[in-house]
């Protein structure tokens, strides 16, 4: 099973819309992670939540927001995108900023029109 | 700084042995990881190297030092892309990724 749960599996969305991607884990890992992945190349880094509060900011652009409610719960609110953000939106787990392996859950496929 | 680098691509008949480069360098005391990409899957842990007990590595600084991973008698099953990730405190790095391809 899937430790790091990621929802909608796919998103279609329109330049002007507004919309959400949300990631669950339920292993008590303290740092959440967002990365965007383009088709044939590696995950790149944009967020990085450490005990609820971003730590790293890839310098995104702001039409991406990220949000941590609690420990387990990290989402990423999408507005006035781009097509070029069309892409595979990865989150991903560890027990701490600074050590252990990270838990990716299976993505959420965004096409933006 | 850190940097990672990986061979992009290899391809295989079944039954061989093959071993998958990740050259890195760093000025801390980093740990490898390994993870593969499956279609559809969610990215999956293969192996980790700690270099943080290690004494022999210049006292912290590392360059281009090879950490691969090794997969014997491989089978169709194990095409796929196999990534390194390099962690030194809160920096976090892939490779390109190396493709692997076997054929039947």
């Known amino acids: 099973d899937t430790e790091v749960t990621q929802t909608p599996k796919h998103l279609v969305m329109g330049m002007t819309n507004k919309k959400s991607l949300k990631c669950e884990q339920h292993?008590?890992?303290?740092?959440m992670y967002w990365y965007k992945q383009k088709a044939k190349k590696p995950p790149e880094l944009m967020f990085v939540y450490s005990y609820e509060k971003l730590s790293i900011n890839e310098s995104v652009p702001s039409r991406f927001s990220p949000e941590c409610p609690n420990s387990s719960l990290l989402n990423l609110h999408l507005h006035a995108l781009q097509p070029e953000d069309s892409a595979l939106y990865l989150c991903a787990s560890s027990s701490s900023l600074y050590t252990g392996e990270l838990f990716f859950g299976e993505g959420s496929r965004l096409t933006v029109l | 700084s850190n940097s990672v680098k990986q061979t992009g691509q290899i391809t295989v008949s079944e039954g061989a042995s093959v071993t998958m480069n990740c050259t890195y360098t760093?000025?801390?005391?980093?740990?490898l990881f390994w993870y593969v990409e499956y279609p559809s899957k969610p990215l999956q842990l293969l192996q980790r190297?700690?270099?943080?007990?290690s004494k022999n590595f210049g006292g912290g600084n590392i360059k281009d030092k090879n950490s691969p991973i090794v997969k014997y008698s491989v089978q169709v099953s194990d095409s796929a892309v196999y990534y390194c990730l390099l962690r030194c405190h809160n920096d976090m790095r892939f490779g390109a990724g190396t493709r692997l391809t076997v054929k039947p």
């Open positions: 190297e700690t270099m943080e007990n």
């Open positions: 760093s000025t801390g005391y980093p740990t």
């Open positions: 292993m008590g890992h303290r740092a």
